[in-house]
């Protein structure tokens, strides 16, 4: 009998932590930590114990070139086979990269922290901030991540544009599958009204969401200078809806198409 040589089993399937864009981390860390936090989402798998570099070397043989090749790699605010974005940039790579070490050692020491070199350093302070966990077991190290992560304000004394843009992101990220789904009743069912009575409880069964969605999704039309609710005669605050009483919706579709680079042409995820 011919013995079948060994075939090797599929590589390991990736895993990102869903609360990654919208906790505002990747604006803070340097960039090898979008990748770090990737490693250690597929570690927390179940089916898996061991380090992080036994992660590494199974499923990328040791070397990993996003995350500067391995663990002992060292840590930098830009890609540096990237070509550089003199526009955004106009200092140069070296000079922005000093800068924002600057700037993130300076917060970091701050706060109590200690500034990490590499991204094994980085792996460290996230088990200290609560973005992964790490227990041996007897049947090895298992890892483990939190269901929401910690907001990069909660730990990091950040600076006020920084908490702005922060904060920016995370409402857009969540009002915007909203915003998207009552945009897309307005022009689909309504054929882009400039003005339409209605109310919370109408628009909630109308797309599928429920009244406190569509006021967040009217909140950020509002706010976006995209349309404008009326009592009346009397501008009303978009917020301070009432579920049942109806109120008119006027729409500023050339600001909004102008304003918005796309809208979703399907359904959007709950």
Do not use: C
Not at 116 to 144: F, I, K
């Amino acid at each position: 009998m011919t013995d079948t040589p060994s075939v090797p089993g599929p590589r390991r399937d990736m895993a990102m932590h869903n609360d990654w864009w919208t906790s505002g981390w990747e604006h803070v860390l340097p960039r090898q930590a979008f990748p770090l936090t990737m490693l250690i989402g597929t570690a927390s798998q179940p089916d898996f114990t061991g380090s992080l570099d036994d992660l590494l070397q199974e499923i990328f043989d040791g070397r990993w070139d996003m995350i500067g090749g391995d663990l002992d790699g060292a840590l930098t605010f830009s890609w540096p086979d990237e070509e550089w974005d003199y526009e955004e940039g106009p200092e140069g790579r070296d000079a922005n990269e000093a800068k924002r070490w600057e700037t993130f050692g300076a917060m970091l020491t701050a706060a109590g922290f200690p500034v990490p070199q590499t991204v094994r350093d980085l792996s460290e302070l996230y088990l200290t901030w609560g973005l992964a966990s790490r227990e041996e077991t007897p049947d090895g190290t298992r890892w483990s991540m939190p269901a929401a992560l910690p907001l990069p304000g909660d730990l990091l004394p950040l600076d006020a544009e920084l908490t702005k843009r922060l904060d920016g992101i995370r409402w857009m990220m969540r009002t915007g599958p909203l915003v998207d789904t009552l945009i897309n009743y307005l022009v689909d069912d309504l054929a882009e009204p400039q003005e339409v009575l209605t109310s919370l409880d109408r628009l909630a069964a109308a797309t599928g969401r429920d009244a406190d969605d569509v006021r967040l999704a009217l909140t950020a039309l509002v706010q976006a200078g995209d349309a404008q609710v009326y009592r009346g005669q009397e501008q009303a605050d978009a917020e301070r809806l009432e579920a049942h009483r109806r109120f008119r919706l006027v729409m500023n579709w050339d600001h909004l198409y102008e304003n918005r680079m796309h809208l979703s042409s399907g359904p959007t995820a709950p």
